[in-house]
């Protein structure tokens, strides 16, 4: 087996210390960890395989002889440093939205588009945590029945904004309850005890650039323009894990067993469909797992091709982390 120089840059963040703790966990095939971040989270050590590591602040020579570097520092850093290293030969997985829609970057769930790696050019774009989760279900349908129109409402939790919000709700919850002030600084209102139709800025359509990252990334993942889909993406006080109401309309139609069936035998997917014994998938059950949760199926009330999907994900493992570190496995093996 061959090993491999591998960084974490913006490994002080959420999604970042859940990248080390993965490596760790999958036994990723490992000569050195390099561990980046900005200055101000310089001199921070992260334990990995009982080691403490020391981050360091990333700098333009920073990726020099690094193989492969897991990126999660945000759009603009992402971009500058994404393209530093992938020109001194390091393969770059990157979380944020600075290269998922560039018509030379594969966007890649690996259990629905895995050959699309294949295809980098030095930098593979991990998706929107809200589109990981509703890909890997829609695929097996999409595969058996054909998918023609998508509806989506997400339902998602603060640490998809990163610690600072994490902190925020955990700081406003407790004002609320000793009856003291606050004011909202990592959202524009309250999100303890309530609910923001509103992530990322809104774009001129009047749908929010989170909305638009759904509609956007889907089709480029399943390689389909012509597949209709419309999204509405909300906040809620939930620390981790994100859920989706998904409506999908089919060229095919069957059974809501044979639709079970089919998700049951799906990568990476687990199904939790017994409403009358309340099961079904819900935030904190994702908080230790690495499937994506469906249950709620049902059969739209008066569009005979028309099925309802309850989806639950853990946002920072197969939502961001996971898929990144899929992703690098994937690689390694074409290495």
């Given at each position: 087996?061959?090993?491999?120089?591998?960084?974490?840059?913006?490994?002080?963040?959420?999604?970042?210390?859940?990248?080390?703790?993965?490596?760790?966990?999958?036994?990723?095939?490992?000569?050195?960890?390099?561990?980046?971040?900005?200055?101000?989270?310089?001199?921070?050590?992260?334990?990995?395989?009982?080691?403490?590591?020391?981050?360091?602040?990333?700098?333009?020579?920073?990726?020099?002889?690094?193989?492969?570097?897991?990126?999660?520092?945000?759009?603009?850093?992402?971009?500058?440093?994404?393209?530093?290293?992938?020109?001194?030969?390091?393969?770059?997985?990157?979380?944020?939205?600075?290269?998922?829609?560039?018509?030379?970057?594969?966007?890649?769930?690996?259990?629905?588009?895995?050959?699309?790696?294949?295809?980098?050019?030095?930098?593979?774009?991990?998706?929107?945590?809200?589109?990981?989760?509703?890909?890997?279900?829609?695929?097996?349908?999409?595969?058996?029945?054909?998918?023609?129109?998508?509806?989506?409402?997400?339902?998602?939790?603060?640490?998809?904004?990163?610690?600072?919000?994490?902190?925020?709700?955990?700081?406003?919850?407790?004002?609320?309850?000793?009856?003291?002030?606050?004011k909202?600084?990592v959202?524009?209102?309250?999100i303890?005890?309530?609910?923001?139709?509103?992530?990322?800025?809104?774009?001129?359509?009047?749908y929010?650039?989170?909305?638009?990252?759904?509609?956007?990334?889907?089709?480029?993942?399943?390689?389909?323009?012509?597949?209709?889909?419309?999204?509405?993406?909300?906040?809620?006080?939930?620390?981790?894990?994100?859920?989706?109401?998904?409506?999908?309309?089919?060229?095919?139609?069957?059974?809501?067993?044979?639709?079970?069936?089919?998700?049951?035998?799906?990568?990476?997917?687990?199904?939790?469909?017994?409403?009358?014994?309340?099961?079904?998938?819900?935030?904190?059950?994702?908080?230790?797992?690495?499937?994506?949760?469906?249950?709620?199926?049902?059969?739209?009330?008066?569009?005979?091709?028309?099925?309802?999907?309850?989806?639950?994900?853990?946002?920072?493992?197969k939502?961001?982390?996971?898929?990144?570190?899929?992703?690098?496995?994937?690689?390694?093996r074409?290495?």
């Open positions: 087996m061959s090993y491999y120089k591998v960084a974490v840059l913006g490994a002080t963040g959420l999604v970042g210390r859940e990248m080390v703790k993965i490596l760790e966990e999958r036994d990723f095939p490992l000569k050195e960890l390099k561990l980046f971040a900005s200055e101000r989270s310089a001199g921070k050590k992260i334990t990995f395989k009982g080691q403490k590591i020391t981050v360091e602040a990333c700098s333009e020579g920073s990726f020099h002889n690094i193989d492969l570097a897991l990126f999660s520092a945000g759009t603009e850093a992402g971009r500058f440093y994404g393209e530093i290293a992938s020109r001194q030969g390091t393969i770059v997985i990157d979380n944020s939205n600075a290269f998922r829609m560039d018509k030379n970057v594969p966007l890649v769930v690996p259990e629905v588009n895995a050959d699309d790696i294949l295809n980098h050019q030095g930098i593979i774009a991990n998706p929107n945590c809200s589109t990981i989760q509703l890909v890997l279900v829609l695929k097996p349908i999409y595969d058996e029945l054909g998918v023609t129109r998508l509806i989506i409402s997400t339902y998602q939790s603060v640490s998809g904004t990163g610690k600072k919000a994490v902190q925020e709700l955990m700081d406003q919850t407790e004002s609320i309850m000793a009856a003291s002030g606050f909202p600084e959202y524009p209102h309250q303890a005890f309530n609910v923001l139709p509103h992530i990322d800025i809104f774009e001129n359509n009047f929010s650039r989170e909305e638009m990252k759904l509609v956007r990334e889907t089709k480029k993942i399943l390689h389909d323009e012509q597949i209709k889909i419309s999204a509405t993406a909300v906040r809620v006080p939930v620390i981790i894990g994100h859920s989706e109401s998904v409506y999908l309309e089919t060229r095919k139609i069957i059974s809501l067993p044979e639709l079970e069936n089919l998700l049951n035998k799906a990568a990476g997917v687990k199904v939790l469909n017994d409403p009358k014994n309340n099961i079904y998938p819900l935030p904190v059950m994702s908080k230790f797992k690495d499937e994506v949760l469906v249950g709620r199926l049902r059969k739209d009330l008066d569009v005979e091709n028309g099925y309802h999907l309850w989806v639950v994900g853990n946002n920072l493992r939502g961001a982390a996971l898929n990144a570190v899929q992703i690098a496995e994937h690689v390694i074409n290495f």
